[in-house]
Every structure is written in C-alpha cells, then in structure tokens.
C-alpha cells in the first residue's frame, strides 16, 4: 500500500532563517507531488506541484521553492523565512484516477 | 476546474444521517466529483469520488444528480469523529491538482 511521510509535526523557526521540509511516497511511481499551506483558519493553498522528477510547477509567487531530486520525494525550501511564512505545511501525492492523499502535515510557526 | 458551492456550517445529531450538498452547476463531462474532509490540525482524508454514477464505500455514499450539477456526500450514521470541514471539488482524472473552497464545517452533536 500507498504511505506518505512528511516532517517535521512541527516547526518554530526564527526570521531570517532557512526552511527545509521533506515529503516522501512509499509504494507507488512516478506519482504526481504537491506543497498546500493552510494559513490560520483558512482554506488549502496549492504552492507547488510536481508531475516528474525535477518538474515543478508554482501556483504562486511568494518566499518558497521546491524541489524533486528523487520519483518520490519532494522538498520545501526557503532561503530567509518571513513572519507570513508561519502555517501548515501539506505534502500529497496523487497517481491516476486514484484520489489525494495527503501527509499529515507540518506546523510551521516563524517567530 | 469547475467551482463548487457549498453551505459554510451544518450541524447533525449522533447516530442520525448527515447530508453535505454541493453544487457543481458548471462541471463538465470529464470531471469527476470528489469529497474530501479536514479534521482538526490533520491532513485532509479522501472519502469517495464519482463521475455519474451513485458511489458507496465504506466511509460514505455519493449521490450525484443526473444532470451532474449537484451532488449530496452522506454519512449514514455519523459520530462525534465525523466533526470536520467537508470539501467538495471537481476536477478531470488527469488533472495535476486539486483546487480547495471553504467547504462546509460539520459538528455532529452527541
């Protein structure tokens, strides 16, 4: 079967410092990949989505790359954080007509 | 992707059916209708998707319209645990990504 690990559960970060956070898929290739963030009480935002290794493709401009170096991983990244990076992090993969399927996600607070 | 619309809150007793509706007045033939839910500080869980035809699975039914422009995610016997956001979206099966609305905040009530 199909798993998804992403980490760290939850992250304090000051300003100014680098981000990295890693999403794996176990079971599955060549999966499509994707970075949501959820701000404070509102709605998922897609950041990032990958359909192959070294494909990314960004939803929208803003503080934060990706990166594919493996199939089935997928990385987060920031150079210097801001205070409007704070949120939670949401790696999922999807293959097909099957569903998403997310991570359980990171708790990213910049301080 | 077709937008959706759906109620911001609903509230259902313990034990009874729950009844998320979704309107997809603009859903074309090739997309499908998939719900998703958001407990508390957890990812969001798939449920179930469909096309045209009614779908059950061990979580829930999808009843869907016969002109395709609306749909109803019903939870047979909902408890406590079922308190979450409902999203419904629509996209095509070989769409690179899903696109998130409000959805509709369920509180089942003991």
């Known amino acids: 079967s199909q798993t998804i690990h992403q980490w760290p559960a939850t992250l304090v970060q000051p300003v100014g410092s680098p981000l990295s956070l890693e999403c794996t898929v176990e079971?599955?290739?060549?999966?499509?990949l994707y970075w949501y963030r959820q701000a404070a009480g509102r709605g998922l935002q897609l950041l990032f989505y990958?359909?192959?290794?070294?494909?990314i493709s960004s939803e929208v401009p803003q503080n934060l790359s990706a990166s594919r170096p493996q199939d089935r991983q997928f990385i987060l990244s920031s150079k210097k954080l801001l205070l409007s990076d704070s949120g939670f992090y949401l790696c999922?993969?999807?293959?097909?007509?099957?569903?998403?399927?997310f991570g359980q996600g990171t708790r990213l607070t910049v301080v | 992707d077709a937008k959706t619309t759906q109620p911001p809150s609903m509230d259902c007793a313990e034990g009874r059916a729950a009844n998320l509706p979704c309107n997809h007045s603009?859903?074309?033939?090739?997309?499908?209708v998939y719900w998703y839910r958001q407990i508390h500080s957890q990812g969001p869980q798939y449920i179930i998707h469909?096309?045209?035809n009614n779908e059950t699975n061990e979580m829930a039914s999808l009843i869907i319209t016969e002109d395709r422009k609306s749909s109803t995610l019903i939870l047979p016997h909902a408890t406590l645990r079922d308190t979450a956001v409902y999203y419904c979206?629509?996209?095509?099966?070989?769409?690179?990504?899903?696109?998130f609305g409000e959805g509709t905040q369920l509180t089942v009530n003991p």
């Open positions: 999922a993969w999807s293959w097909t007509s099957l569903g998403t399927f």
């Open positions: 079971g599955t290739s060549n999966p499509n």
């Open positions: 603009t859903i074309s033939g090739n997309e499908y």
């Open positions: 469909g096309l045209k």
């Open positions: 979206i629509v996209r095509e099966t070989s769409g690179s990504r899903l696109t």
């Open positions: 990958s359909v192959g290794i070294g494909q």
